[in-house]
C-alpha cells in the first residue's frame, strides 16, 4: 500500500528556515511535489521534482527561497524553506505520481497525497 507521510512543520517567526520531509513507501515514484493550502484558498503548487528526479521546478513564490531535494536510501524527499514569510502559512502536502511526465503543477494530477504538516510564519 502506497503511503505519504509528511514531518517537520511547526511554528516559526519570518525569516526562520524549516525542513519538511515526506516519507514514501509501497511503490516507486518517478514524481514527487510539494503543494500548499493556505485558509480560505485553492492548493497550490509549490516545488516538485520531475522526470524521474532529473529536475526540479518551482512556483514563482517560493523560487530561490525554497529548495526540493531527494535521499533515495530513505525514501523522502525534502522541502527546505529559507527566509520564510507570513504568506508561506499554509498546510504543506506532500503528492506523488508513478509517471515521468504529467501537468506537475495541477492537483488532480497526482493520485498520491500525505495528510498534510501546518507551516505558521508569524510576522
Known amino acids: 500500500q502506497e503511503r505519504l507521510v509528511e514531518s517537520g512543520g511547526g511554528l516559526v517567526q519570518a525569516g526562520d528556515s524549516l525542513r519538511l520531509s515526506c516519507v514514501t513507501s509501497?511503490?516507486?515514484?518517478?514524481?514527487m511535489a510539494w503543494f500548499r493550502q493556505a485558509p480560505g484558498k485553492e492548493r497550490e503548487f509549490v516545488a516538485a521534482l520531475i522526470r524521474s528526479f532529473t529536475s526540479s521546478v518551482y512556483a514563482d513564490s517560493v523560487k530561490g527561497r525554497f529548495t526540493i531535494s531527494r535521499d533515495n536510501a530513505k525514501n523522502t524527499v525534502y522541502l527546505q524553506m529559507n527566509s520564510l514569510k507570513p504568506e508561506d502559512t499554509a498546510v504543506y502536502y506532500c503528492?506523488?505520481?508513478?509517471?515521468?511526465?504529467?501537468?506537475?503543477?495541477?492537483?488532480?494530477?497526482?493520485?498520491?497525497w500525505g495528510q498534510g504538516t501546518q507551516v505558521t510564519v508569524s510576522s
Open positions: 503528492a506523488a505520481d508513478l509517471r515521468r511526465y504529467l501537468p506537475y503543477t495541477r492537483t488532480d494530477e497526482y493520485p498520491y
Open positions: 509501497g511503490r516507486t515514484f518517478s514524481t
